[in-house]
Protein backbone atom coordinates (compact mmCIF):
# COMPACT_ATOMS: atom_id res chain seq x y z
CA UNK A 1 0.00 0.00 0.00
CA UNK A 2 2.41 2.51 -1.70
CA UNK A 3 -0.03 5.71 -0.82
CA UNK A 4 -0.15 5.48 3.15
CA UNK A 5 3.18 6.54 3.08
CA UNK A 6 2.03 9.81 0.23
CA UNK A 7 0.72 11.87 3.36
CA UNK A 8 4.20 11.94 5.15
CA UNK A 9 5.92 12.69 2.15
CA UNK A 10 4.01 15.81 1.05
CA UNK A 11 4.54 17.35 4.87
CA UNK A 12 7.84 17.11 4.02
CA UNK A 13 7.71 18.63 0.68
CA UNK A 14 6.08 21.26 1.79
CA UNK A 15 7.57 21.44 5.36
CA UNK A 16 11.23 21.48 4.16
CA UNK A 17 11.18 24.35 1.81
CA UNK A 18 9.06 26.67 4.38
CA UNK A 19 11.60 25.78 6.98
CA UNK A 20 14.76 26.59 5.17
CA UNK A 21 12.75 29.90 4.14
CA UNK A 22 12.45 30.74 7.47
CA UNK A 23 15.99 30.28 8.07
CA UNK A 24 16.78 32.19 5.15
CA UNK A 25 14.58 35.35 6.40
CA UNK A 26 15.66 34.86 10.00
CA UNK A 27 19.25 35.72 8.68
CA UNK A 28 18.63 38.06 6.13
CA UNK A 29 15.81 40.78 8.11
CA UNK A 30 17.22 43.93 8.91
CA UNK A 31 17.30 46.04 10.87
CA UNK A 32 18.12 43.64 14.10
CA UNK A 33 15.07 43.19 16.56
CA UNK A 34 15.57 45.81 19.34
CA UNK A 35 13.93 47.03 22.87
CA UNK A 36 13.22 50.50 23.33
CA UNK A 37 13.14 50.80 27.60
CA UNK A 38 10.74 53.46 28.51
CA UNK A 39 10.59 53.41 32.30
CA UNK A 40 12.57 56.43 33.88
CA UNK A 41 12.88 57.64 30.30
CA UNK A 42 11.76 60.95 28.95
CA UNK A 43 8.86 60.87 26.19
CA UNK A 44 8.12 63.77 24.40
CA UNK A 45 4.71 63.49 22.54
CA UNK A 46 3.63 66.66 19.57
CA UNK A 47 -0.37 67.46 19.53
CA UNK A 48 0.00 65.87 23.29
CA UNK A 49 -2.91 68.01 24.80
CA UNK A 50 -5.99 66.23 22.82
CA UNK A 51 -6.59 62.72 21.05
CA UNK A 52 -4.41 60.05 20.31
CA UNK A 53 -1.20 62.06 21.86
CA UNK A 54 -3.08 62.89 25.13
CA UNK A 55 -4.01 59.25 25.30
CA UNK A 56 -0.62 58.34 24.54
CA UNK A 57 0.68 60.89 27.05
CA UNK A 58 -1.20 59.15 29.93
CA UNK A 59 -0.39 55.11 28.83
CA UNK A 60 3.91 56.80 29.07
CA UNK A 61 3.00 58.03 32.45
CA UNK A 62 1.24 54.79 33.74
CA UNK A 63 4.80 52.92 32.15
CA UNK A 64 6.52 55.05 34.64
CA UNK A 65 8.00 57.50 31.52
CA UNK A 66 8.53 60.75 32.31
CA UNK A 67 6.47 62.99 29.43
CA UNK A 68 6.43 66.18 28.00
CA UNK A 69 3.69 67.15 25.87
CA UNK A 70 4.12 69.75 23.10
CA UNK A 71 1.10 72.15 21.32
CA UNK A 72 0.43 75.09 20.80
CA UNK A 73 -2.81 76.27 23.13
CA UNK A 74 -0.96 76.43 26.55
CA UNK A 75 -4.65 76.87 28.32
CA UNK A 76 -5.83 72.96 26.16
CA UNK A 77 -2.12 71.95 27.45
CA UNK A 78 -2.64 73.08 31.08
CA UNK A 79 -6.45 71.16 30.57
CA UNK A 80 -4.26 67.98 29.91
CA UNK A 81 -1.59 68.43 32.25
CA UNK A 82 -4.46 68.55 34.66
CA UNK A 83 -6.67 65.36 33.65
CA UNK A 84 -3.56 63.26 33.81
CA UNK A 85 -2.85 64.48 37.34
CA UNK A 86 -6.60 63.56 38.61
CA UNK A 87 -6.10 60.37 36.89
CA UNK A 88 -2.36 58.79 37.80
CA UNK A 89 -1.48 61.85 40.34
CA UNK A 90 1.28 62.49 38.27
CA UNK A 91 2.23 66.00 36.28
CA UNK A 92 3.81 65.77 32.97
CA UNK A 93 5.93 68.35 31.56
CA UNK A 94 4.01 71.19 28.64
CA UNK A 95 5.50 73.24 26.35
CA UNK A 96 3.84 75.10 23.85
CA UNK A 97 5.45 75.59 19.97
CA UNK A 98 4.22 75.58 16.34
CA UNK A 99 5.50 72.43 15.25
CA UNK A 100 5.65 74.75 11.70
CA UNK A 101 8.12 77.27 13.17
CA UNK A 102 11.36 75.45 13.27
CA UNK A 103 13.48 78.36 15.50
CA UNK A 104 10.49 77.77 17.66
CA UNK A 105 10.50 73.97 17.60
CA UNK A 106 14.35 74.62 18.52
CA UNK A 107 14.49 76.82 20.81
CA UNK A 108 11.89 74.67 23.37
CA UNK A 109 14.05 71.74 22.49
CA UNK A 110 16.62 73.03 24.04
CA UNK A 111 15.31 73.51 27.25
CA UNK A 112 13.39 69.98 27.51
CA UNK A 113 16.47 68.16 28.34
CA UNK A 114 17.30 64.60 26.66
CA UNK A 115 14.82 62.93 24.82
CA UNK A 116 14.66 59.29 24.42
CA UNK A 117 11.09 58.70 22.86
CA UNK A 118 10.28 61.87 20.74
CA UNK A 119 6.81 60.83 19.24
CA UNK A 120 5.65 63.42 15.96
CA UNK A 121 1.78 63.02 16.71
CA UNK A 122 0.50 66.12 15.55
CA UNK A 123 -1.62 66.49 12.51
CA UNK A 124 -4.71 68.04 10.84
CA UNK A 125 -6.98 67.01 8.24
CA UNK A 126 -9.72 67.87 5.96
CA UNK A 127 -11.48 65.33 3.86
CA UNK A 128 -12.96 67.12 0.62
CA UNK A 129 -12.60 66.73 -3.21
CA UNK A 130 -8.90 68.26 -4.23
CA UNK A 131 -10.81 70.29 -6.85
CA UNK A 132 -13.11 71.85 -3.91
CA UNK A 133 -10.20 72.16 -1.24
CA UNK A 134 -8.60 75.52 -1.15
CA UNK A 135 -4.68 75.52 -1.54
CA UNK A 136 -4.49 76.93 1.73
CA UNK A 137 -5.79 73.92 3.41
CA UNK A 138 -3.60 71.98 1.46
CA UNK A 139 -0.16 73.79 2.16
CA UNK A 140 -1.32 73.84 5.74
CA UNK A 141 -2.22 70.16 6.00
CA UNK A 142 1.63 69.38 4.50
CA UNK A 143 3.16 71.85 6.67
CA UNK A 144 1.65 70.49 9.92
CA UNK A 145 1.58 66.54 8.86
CA UNK A 146 4.94 66.43 7.27
CA UNK A 147 7.21 69.84 7.26
CA UNK A 148 6.20 69.86 11.08
CA UNK A 149 7.87 66.31 11.47
CA UNK A 150 11.02 67.40 9.81
CA UNK A 151 11.01 70.82 12.06
CA UNK A 152 10.51 68.09 14.88
CA UNK A 153 13.44 65.42 14.06
CA UNK A 154 15.80 68.09 12.64
CA UNK A 155 15.54 70.18 16.30
CA UNK A 156 16.07 66.86 18.29
CA UNK A 157 18.18 64.61 16.07
CA UNK A 158 21.42 66.45 17.24
CA UNK A 159 20.60 65.98 21.22
CA UNK A 160 19.42 62.19 20.60
CA UNK A 161 23.02 61.74 18.77
CA UNK A 162 24.77 63.00 21.83
CA UNK A 163 22.99 61.45 24.52
CA UNK A 164 24.25 60.37 27.82
CA UNK A 165 22.17 57.79 27.77
CA UNK A 166 23.35 55.28 25.28
CA UNK A 167 20.38 52.45 25.75
CA UNK A 168 18.41 52.75 22.09
CA UNK A 169 15.94 55.46 21.63
CA UNK A 170 13.03 56.06 19.11
CA UNK A 171 11.71 58.49 16.58
CA UNK A 172 7.87 57.88 15.72
CA UNK A 173 5.67 59.14 13.82
CA UNK A 174 2.14 59.24 13.48
CA UNK A 175 0.89 58.63 10.12
CA UNK A 176 -2.45 56.91 8.98
CA UNK A 177 -4.40 53.97 7.11
CA UNK A 178 -4.71 57.17 4.73
CA UNK A 179 -0.66 57.18 4.76
CA UNK A 180 -1.01 53.46 3.26
CA UNK A 181 -3.25 53.85 0.32
CA UNK A 182 -4.53 56.94 -1.25
CA UNK A 183 -8.78 57.23 -0.74
CA UNK A 184 -11.20 60.06 -2.25
CA UNK A 185 -11.28 63.15 -0.98
CA UNK A 186 -7.85 62.74 0.87
CA UNK A 187 -5.46 64.09 -1.79
CA UNK A 188 -3.57 66.10 0.54
CA UNK A 189 -3.60 64.04 3.60
CA UNK A 190 -2.60 61.05 2.31
CA UNK A 191 0.24 63.20 0.75
CA UNK A 192 1.14 64.49 3.92
CA UNK A 193 1.40 60.74 5.13
CA UNK A 194 2.20 59.18 2.36
CA UNK A 195 5.58 61.51 3.00
CA UNK A 196 6.38 60.56 6.48
CA UNK A 197 6.51 56.78 4.86
CA UNK A 198 9.43 58.09 3.00
CA UNK A 199 10.87 60.50 5.93
CA UNK A 200 10.86 57.35 8.42
CA UNK A 201 12.64 54.97 5.67
CA UNK A 202 15.40 57.10 4.64
CA UNK A 203 15.73 58.24 8.31
CA UNK A 204 16.12 55.00 9.75
CA UNK A 205 18.87 54.37 7.87
CA UNK A 206 20.53 57.40 8.66
CA UNK A 207 20.56 56.95 12.31
CA UNK A 208 20.30 53.15 13.22
CA UNK A 209 24.13 53.57 13.99
CA UNK A 210 23.51 56.09 16.54
CA UNK A 211 21.04 53.17 18.35
CA UNK A 212 18.14 55.93 17.13
CA UNK A 213 14.88 53.44 15.87
CA UNK A 214 12.21 54.75 13.61
CA UNK A 215 8.50 53.53 14.06
CA UNK A 216 5.64 54.54 11.34
CA UNK A 217 2.29 54.18 13.29
CA UNK A 218 -0.87 53.51 10.91
CA UNK A 219 -4.27 54.36 12.86
CA UNK A 220 -7.15 54.04 11.07
CA UNK A 221 -9.89 56.65 11.59
CA UNK A 222 -9.99 57.47 15.67
CA UNK A 223 -12.57 58.40 18.33
CA UNK A 224 -11.06 61.96 18.73
CA UNK A 225 -12.25 65.61 18.60
CA UNK A 226 -9.98 65.66 14.88
CA UNK A 227 -12.35 63.06 13.68
CA UNK A 228 -15.48 65.21 14.56
CA UNK A 229 -14.54 68.28 12.78
CA UNK A 230 -13.63 65.86 9.60
CA UNK A 231 -17.06 64.34 9.31
CA UNK A 232 -18.99 67.19 9.08
CA UNK A 233 -17.35 68.07 4.95
CA UNK A 234 -16.52 64.61 4.14
CA UNK A 235 -17.69 63.83 0.77
CA UNK A 236 -20.29 61.12 0.33
CA UNK A 237 -18.02 58.80 -1.87
CA UNK A 238 -15.31 59.31 0.97
CA UNK A 239 -17.95 58.16 3.43
CA UNK A 240 -19.06 55.29 0.92
CA UNK A 241 -15.33 54.05 0.11
CA UNK A 242 -13.95 54.31 3.51
CA UNK A 243 -16.49 53.25 5.23
CA UNK A 244 -14.75 51.46 7.85
CA UNK A 245 -16.18 48.66 10.80
CA UNK A 246 -16.45 52.04 13.00
CA UNK A 247 -13.52 54.29 14.72
CA UNK A 248 -11.24 52.94 17.34
CA UNK A 249 -10.70 54.87 20.85
CA UNK A 250 -8.00 56.75 21.30
CA UNK A 251 -6.89 54.73 24.12
CA UNK A 252 -6.61 51.61 21.75
CA UNK A 253 -4.60 52.81 19.28
CA UNK A 254 -2.15 54.69 21.80
CA UNK A 255 -1.81 51.52 23.33
CA UNK A 256 -1.34 49.81 20.10
CA UNK A 257 1.34 52.83 19.37
CA UNK A 258 3.49 52.71 22.80
CA UNK A 259 3.77 48.56 22.69
CA UNK A 260 5.16 49.26 18.87
CA UNK A 261 7.28 52.05 19.71
CA UNK A 262 8.94 50.15 22.42
CA UNK A 263 9.37 47.03 20.62
CA UNK A 264 11.14 48.77 18.09
CA UNK A 265 8.48 48.05 15.23
CA UNK A 266 9.11 50.09 11.49
CA UNK A 267 5.85 49.74 11.28
CA UNK A 268 2.58 49.85 13.36
CA UNK A 269 -0.78 48.49 12.66
CA UNK A 270 -3.66 49.44 15.43
CA UNK A 271 -5.70 46.40 14.61
CA UNK A 272 -6.34 43.45 12.24
CA UNK A 273 -7.52 45.61 9.33
CA UNK A 274 -4.39 47.51 9.77
CA UNK A 275 -2.69 44.53 9.84
CA UNK A 276 -3.73 43.26 6.95
CA UNK A 277 -2.83 46.58 5.62
CA UNK A 278 0.89 46.48 6.95
CA UNK A 279 1.64 43.15 4.93
CA UNK A 280 0.07 44.37 1.72
CA UNK A 281 1.83 47.63 1.19
CA UNK A 282 5.06 45.93 3.20
CA UNK A 283 6.86 46.65 -0.70
CA UNK A 284 10.92 47.91 0.68
CA UNK A 285 9.88 48.34 3.63
CA UNK A 286 12.62 47.62 6.65
CA UNK A 287 11.39 44.32 8.75
CA UNK A 288 13.16 43.38 12.09
CA UNK A 289 11.18 40.26 12.61
CA UNK A 290 12.02 37.22 10.85
CA UNK A 291 7.95 36.36 11.43
CA UNK A 292 6.07 38.76 9.88
CA UNK A 293 8.56 38.82 6.72
CA UNK A 294 7.66 34.87 6.60
CA UNK A 295 4.12 36.24 6.89
CA UNK A 296 4.59 38.95 4.33
CA UNK A 297 6.75 36.86 1.68
CA UNK A 298 3.90 33.96 2.38
CA UNK A 299 0.58 35.85 1.46
CA UNK A 300 2.35 38.63 -1.29
CA UNK A 301 0.45 37.45 -3.65
CA UNK A 302 -2.84 36.70 -2.14
CA UNK A 303 -2.65 40.23 -0.94
CA UNK A 304 -2.03 41.66 -4.33
CA UNK A 305 -5.46 39.75 -5.06
CA UNK A 306 -7.51 41.56 -1.93
CA UNK A 307 -5.58 44.99 -2.94
CA UNK A 308 -7.31 44.39 -6.45
CA UNK A 309 -10.63 43.36 -5.06
CA UNK A 310 -10.42 46.21 -2.87
CA UNK A 311 -10.19 48.35 -6.07
CA UNK A 312 -12.57 46.64 -7.66
CA UNK A 313 -15.25 47.32 -5.38
CA UNK A 314 -14.20 51.22 -4.75
CA UNK A 315 -14.35 52.44 -8.16
CA UNK A 316 -17.66 50.26 -8.94
CA UNK A 317 -18.73 52.74 -6.01
CA UNK A 318 -17.48 55.83 -7.76
CA UNK A 319 -19.43 54.50 -10.99
CA UNK A 320 -22.50 53.64 -9.81
CA UNK A 321 -22.27 57.04 -7.75
CA UNK A 322 -21.87 58.88 -11.17
CA UNK A 323 -24.55 56.66 -12.86
CA UNK A 324 -26.77 58.77 -10.39
CA UNK A 325 -29.51 61.35 -11.83
CA UNK A 326 -27.67 64.22 -10.34
C1 LIG B 1 -7.19 77.32 23.34
O1 LIG B 1 -7.93 76.37 24.07
C2 LIG B 1 -9.01 76.93 24.80
C3 LIG B 1 -9.57 75.87 25.73
O2 LIG B 1 -9.80 74.65 25.05
C4 LIG B 1 -10.01 77.51 23.83
O3 LIG B 1 -11.11 78.07 24.53
C5 LIG B 1 -9.33 78.56 22.98
O4 LIG B 1 -10.19 79.03 21.97
C6 LIG B 1 -8.07 78.02 22.32
N1 LIG B 1 -7.32 79.09 21.69
C7 LIG B 1 -6.96 79.07 20.42
C8 LIG B 1 -6.17 80.25 19.94
O5 LIG B 1 -7.26 78.17 19.67
Not at 171 to 177: C, E, V
Amino acid sequence: MANIDLFPFLGLVVLIPLTILVIILKLITRPNPIKIPIKSRHVLITGGSSGIGLALAHQAVLEGARVTILARNLSKLEEAKDSIRLSTGIDVGIVSADVCDFESVKKVFENVGEIDVLVCNQGVFVAQEFVEQEISEVKQMIDINLVGCFNLVKAALVGMKNRKDRRPVSIAFMSSQAGQVGIYGYAAYSASKFGLRGLAEALQQEVIADDIHVSLIFPPDTDTPGLAEENKRKPQLTHIIAASSGAMKADEVAKKALNGIKSGSFFVPCNFEGFLLSIATAGLSPQRSYLMAFVEVISAGLMRIAGLCFQWTWYGSIEKFHAQPK
